[in-house]
């Protein structure tokens, strides 16, 4: 396994513009995760994905957050006219179907956002 | 709701020093526990996990025990070294989501 990853690992942008950022999960795993980790405090639930299908989505994604895998391989998120509250470390994360149905979430390198 | 507490940090101890975070969670059902490492520049990271109640995870000498009675999953290691400072996070999991603590940090000196 070459691990989860993320691109860009940084991104500066101005208030009000849009951002992408990309996850590959390790290959073969159909879950994929996003969580957002503002500074001090642990990462937070987002939105998951079963393969190509958004099966669940947190009250923290407002309109302006979307996610998508279209191929059930990588994901993109992409933030919409961004705030300065937006401003985090944004964690991808990759598992497996278990058969105890608890898989084990591998984390990726994050994407640290700066609104400014 | 689920929740994780963590104690607060920063924990400072000496090198060789014994190391004990404090974990307790809030939940239906029993959840697996995990413990997360995350070192200066990288991501998260697994350090150890336990399934059911009295199960103990282990990995590169750090410990914790899931104890159903007290809600505790606590995080132990006999002899600390510069390079285990890190943050380290406590979490459950909940559905397909993991629920996670603040975060401890935790600073070793030589």
């Known amino acids: 396994d070459t691990g989860v990853s993320q691109d860009p690992r940084h991104k500066i942008t101005k208030r009000g513009q849009n951002v992408t950022f990309r996850c590959d999960p390790i290959?073969?795993?159909?879950?994929l995760y996003w969580y957002r980790q503002t500074l001090g405090q642990g990462p937070e639930f987002l939105t998951y994905?079963?393969?190509?299908?958004?099966?669940?989505k947190s009250r923290l994604l407002s309109d302006r957050f979307s996610a998508e895998r279209p191929k059930g391989s990588f994901s993109t998120l992409e933030i919409q006219r961004t705030e300065q509250g937006d401003s985090a470390m944004y964690l991808c994360?990759?598992?497996?179907?278990?058969?105890?149905?608890?898989?084990?979430?591998?984390f990726g390198p994050g994407t640290r956002l700066t609104v400014l | 709701g689920n929740s994780v507490t963590q104690m607060e940090g920063p924990v400072t101890l000496s090198e060789e020093a014994f190391l004990t975070i404090n974990c307790t969670y809030t939940?239906?059902?029993?959840?697996?526990l995990f413990w997360y490492v995350q070192y200066p520049g990288e991501g998260l990271q697994l350090l150890l996990k336990?399934?059911?109640?009295?199960d103990k995870g282990s990995n590169k000498g750090f410990e914790a025990t899931y104890r159903k009675e007290t809600t505790s999953f606590h995080l132990e290691k006999g002899s600390v070294q510069v390079s285990d400072s890190a943050v380290y996070f406590c979490?459950?999991?909940?559905?397909?989501?993991?629920?996670f603590g603040a975060g401890t940090i935790l600073r070793v000196k030589s």
């Open positions: 290959s073969e795993h159909n879950r």
């Open positions: 994905f079963q393969n190509e299908a958004q099966l669940e």
């Open positions: 336990a399934t059911k109640a009295d």
């Open positions: 979490a459950l999991i909940h559905g397909n989501k993991l629920v």
């Open positions: 939940a239906t059902g029993y959840p697996s």
């Open positions: 994360a990759s598992s497996r179907p278990w058969a105890g149905g608890q898989d084990t979430q591998y």
